[in-house]
């Protein structure tokens, strides 16, 4: 089977594999641009080269299943234990605030605060995870999960909060945030509900300890009260950003 003059490399012959499971599909799975794009790489998967890579087969329309399954109307519990690909961050940041006596609303917010990260697309991750909140939360909620990522960098120290030292290991001591950063951490140091997003950050800093006990059944009744899960199941309604639920729950969907 293996015709290289040379052995292969460890992702070459993680390539092999990955194409050898493909072969044993029922459908042909695709992967979208931008995953290609995070391998770094400008490509695309075009139907005909797939289809003459795997005759005879019909791409896939709906379940992924090398993907846990997951409920007919799914919830957002059920993203949270089937599609998120860690969970210990969301939930020690947000036993922290309960701890702490944080309003629900700010509980939420730190329990939902990365899960772009955890599910979807790093870069951008406030954004993007305000973005697929914002039907379902308080207006004051999926604000603060957008100016998070802002405000993780500049120092508040009326609450203590100061610049990560994990982010000078993480980036080097001498990276500075890109201009939009800077100018959305302005607008946000300026509005009414500045204190909120602040208060993930202050959440966010001390969430890392892997020895904390934690269990997403003490959030349930808190997503009950604070997040408006829709009837048809979460990515399956009809609001601005169920497309973005639809996509964890169906990646590699053709169209
Ligand atoms: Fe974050
Ligand atoms: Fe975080």
């Known amino acids: ?30 992967k979208s641009t931008i995953a290609h794009l995070m391998d770094g790489e400008v ?3 075009t139907s005909p080269e797939m289809k003459a890579k795997y005759p005879g087969k019909f791409f896939l329309m709906g379940d992924d299943p090398r993907l846990p399954p997951m409920p007919e109307k799914p ?55 305000a973005q697929m909140i914002e039907p379902y939360v308080d207006e004051e909620v999926a604000w603060a999960v957008k100016t998070h990522q802002a405000l993780r960098f500049f120092p508040d120290e009326s ?4 610049y990560p030292a994990l982010y000078k290991e993480l980036f080097g001591p001498d990276y500075k945030p890109e201009p939009y950063i800077v100018e ?4 946000a140091r300026a509005h009414k509900w500045y204190m909120t997003s602040r208060l993930i950050c202050v959440n966010d800093i001390y969430s890392f300890d892997p020895n904390a006990k934690v269990n997403l059944d003490d959030f349930v009744d808190i ?33």
């Not at 290289?4 to 599909?25: F, G, I, N, T």
């Not at 959305?184 to 607008?187: A, D, G, N, P, V």
């Open 184 to 187: 959305e951490y302005k607008r």
């Open 223 to 255: 997503i009950g009260r604070n997040f408006k899960q829709p009837k048809e199941g979460l990515g399956l309604d009809n609001s601005p950003s169920a497309h973005m639920w639809r996509t964890i729950l169906w990646p590699t969907r053709f169209l």
């Open 43 to 45: 490509k695309m998967d």
């Open 159 to 162: 609450v203590g909060y100061g």
């Open 75 to 129: 919830t957002l519990v059920d993203y949270f234990r089937h599609r998120f690909a860690s969970t210990a961050h969301l939930l020690q940041s947000a036993t922290h605030a309960l701890k702490g006596g944080q309003p629900e609303k700010v509980v939420l917010a730190c329990l939902l605060h990365d899960i772009a990260i955890v599910s979807f697309i790093r870069c951008d991750h406030g954004y993007w995870g």
């Open 1 to 30: 089977m293996n015709e290289h003059a040379h052995p292969l490399s460890v992702s070459e012959r993680a390539d092999e594999l990955e194409e050898e499971k493909m072969h044993e599909m029922e459908r042909i799975i695709t």
